[in-house]
């Protein structure tokens, strides 16, 4: 299967502060996703953006597909911001590929 | 975006017993997909379900553990059956949404096994 990876890890920012969060994948794909996983569990769908730029407030995502990776920019960062952060690949609305995902602590 | 409604949201069950998870999606998808996320862990692919085929399941879990139900392009049930404390985990329910939105998932099922 395909191979995602994010980077950092974990991540505490301060309020305010600004990141970015990197997703990087091992194969050709024609559909990715951000989602940000809140505390109580659920996945709230951030971007789908298999290529190009998409913006919505104080997010914004980048993905560069002939060169296997994408970015998520997160601005002015707020507390509520706070939680898991996963990448997930996939070609053909087939089988979905998600990585470690990069858990983010803002503090006030 | 297709909009998922699932069911029970949490839960707490001995083990041996069994638990029947609901999806209801308010639009038709192809396919349907069951996850499992362990506690710190990323989500993990259990099966894709078809409408009026059998699931397919990945490496790891087999029809007796998970059985899937698929009546419709609506609807899937996934069960976790015989339960042990290992078992307990999220389990969520996906589909594809419309064709430039990717894909939307449940609200989860926060299963605790005792």
């Known amino acids: 299967g395909i191979q995602v990876e994010q980077s950092p890890p974990d991540l505490i920012l301060q309020e305010g502060a600004n990141s970015t969060l990197r997703c990087n994948f091992s194969?050709?794909?024609?559909?990715l996703q951000w989602f940000h996983q809140n505390p109580w569990g659920q996945l709230i769908n951030l971007f789908y953006i298999p290529s190009g730029t998409k913006q919505n407030g104080r997010l914004s995502a980048t993905t560069v597909a002939t060169e296997r990776y994408s970015l998520l920019y997160i601005s002015s960062s707020q507390t509520t911001d706070s939680g898991v952060y996963f990448c997930?690949?996939?070609?053909?609305?087939?089988?979905?590929?998600f990585g470690s995902g990069t858990k983010l602590n803002v503090k006030p | 975006s297709a909009v998922i409604s699932q069911k029970p949201s949490r839960d707490i069950c001995q083990r041996g017993t069994s638990l029947t998870i609901q999806c209801q999606v308010d639009s038709q998808v192809t396919m349907m997909f069951w996850y499992r996320q362990q506690p710190g862990q990323s989500l993990t692919l259990i099966a894709t379900?078809?409408?009026?085929?059998?699931?397919?399941?990945e490496s790891g879990f087999v029809i007796d553990k998970f059985p899937i139900s698929r009546p419709n392009l609506t609807f899937s049930t996934l069960t976790v059956s015989n339960m042990s404390p290992e078992d307990s985990s999220i389990y969520l329910c996906?589909?594809?949404?419309?064709?430039?939105?990717?894909?939307?998932f449940g609200s989860g099922t926060r299963l605790t096994v005792v």
């Open positions: 194969d050709s794909v024609n559909n």
């Open positions: 379900a078809n409408q009026g085929s059998e699931a397919t399941y």
């Open positions: 996906s589909g594809q949404g419309q064709a430039s939105g990717g894909y939307t």
């Open positions: 997930a690949v996939g070609y053909n609305f087939n089988k979905f590929y």
